[in-house]
């Protein structure tokens, strides 16, 4: 299954302009967020239109399995359409008794709302 990801249509191209990418049709409006399959926001980006970051439901967020290690990184955002918000993606980080870096837990860690910065 492709991931989706969100995209806002350029400025660069005159409003209301269509573009077709595998068969789809997506228009160029002006102030509003298109969600797009993954393989069509490369053409679409390659065409002006700005890339946010991957969307989806709570149950769709992007893990990090041994068979996919990079599918999540520290500070990556995603817009999360069930709880209707922005989340980041907070790795864990070790500190000893002093507050001295230890070590960072690649992959492991907790989704956050940054703006209250409450694990979500």
């Known amino acids: 299954m492709s991931k989706m990801v969100r995209m806002i249509p350029t400025k660069r191209r005159p ?3 269509n573009i077709t990418v595998r068969g ?6 002006w102030d ?3 969600d797009v399959p993954d393989f069509d926001a490369a ?4 065409n002006g239109w700005l890339w946010v970051c991957l969307v989806g439901t709570t149950a ?3 893990v990090s399995t041994s068979q996919f290690p990079n ?3 520290r500070a990556m955002y995603y817009y999360d359409t069930t709880l209707s918000k922005m989340i980041i993606f907070d790795e864990s980080v070790t500190f000893d008794a002093f507050g001295k870096f230890q070590s960072v837990e690649w992959n492991v860690g907790v989704w956050r709302d940054p ?3 409450a694990a979500v």
């Open 32 to 34: 509003s967020v298109v």
């Open 24 to 29: 789809r049709v997506y228009t160029n409006t």
């Open 115 to 117: 703006v209250t910065g």
């Open 71 to 73: 599918q999540i990184y």
């Open 15 to 17: 409003n209301g302009e």
């Open 43 to 46: 053409v679409l980006g390659a």
């Open 60 to 62: 769709q967020r992007p």
